[in-house]
């Protein structure tokens, strides 16, 4: 039986623009939204505080299970607090990004973090963003996106976020991470990052957000 609660699932690989994307659009419907990148980052940033190996599946498992997670949508960014401490910042670091991408390979966090997923499904409806959310967390979603981009766009992208922050990267660096990652999130045995077979693609390279936006709101309201 399909749920009938809406979602809208937004998957796509690293830099693509899912996260902003998804969030605006959310806020533009009034729906819920959902960061699933932000429950990997800090299930392995819940884990790097508590000394536990990334190779130590089981204690990993247990950190998907016990790390307390929360967002904070009424602030003029989305907060993520990490077993109540504000981890907002420390999620975005490649580090954390690193971290994420190694345990989401790990089919039993996967498995710890799926039902806790699902529960953001919530009326008036939900704005999922992910690598698997149209594919495995939200198979009956109505309406599913894909975005890609260039690699060099969305190391682009992610340098000038970086920057702004004042973070110091280089954009050769970000782009050899960013290639890595999406070769890890495409070959990892489970829920390999793929857009979902009914899923519209809308390649972001050289379009503003609010081009975007305005093509995922007009897609949805054609559904």
Request: charged share 30%; aromatic share 4%.
């Amino acid at each position: 039986m399909t749920d009938p609660i809406p979602v809208l699932t937004i998957d796509g690989p690293s830099g693509s623009g899912k996260g902003t994307i998804s969030r605006l659009v959310a806020q533009r419907l009034g729906w819920h939204y959902l960061d699933s990148g932000a429950l990997y980052r800090a299930v392995g940033l819940a884990a790097g505080w508590e000394g536990v190996d990334l190779d130590d599946h089981a204690a990993l498992v247990r950190c998907a299970f016990d790390t307390r997670i929360e967002f904070r949508e009424d602030e003029p960014e989305l907060r993520v607090l990490v077993n109540g401490l504000d981890a907002t910042d420390e999620l975005r670091t490649e580090t954390a990004g690193a971290a994420a991408s190694a345990i989401a390979a790990i089919p039993e966090v996967r498995a710890a973090l799926k039902d806790r997923q699902r529960q953001f499904r919530q009326l008036p409806g939900l704005v999922a963003d992910g690598r698997d959310m149209g594919t495995v967390i939200f198979p009956d979603a109505p309406c599913k996106v894909f975005l890609t981009a260039s690699a060099d766009e969305r190391a682009e992208r992610r340098y000038k976020q970086l920057m702004e922050k004042g973070v110091s990267v280089t954009l050769a660096g970000l782009l050899r991470e960013i290639l890595a990652r999406d070769a890890r999130d495409a070959q990892r045995a489970v829920a390999p990052l793929r857009p979902a077979d009914d899923a519209v693609r809308i390649d972001t390279t050289g379009l503003g957000i609010e081009a975007v936006v305005e093509q995922v709101l007009a897609l949805l309201s054609s559904r």
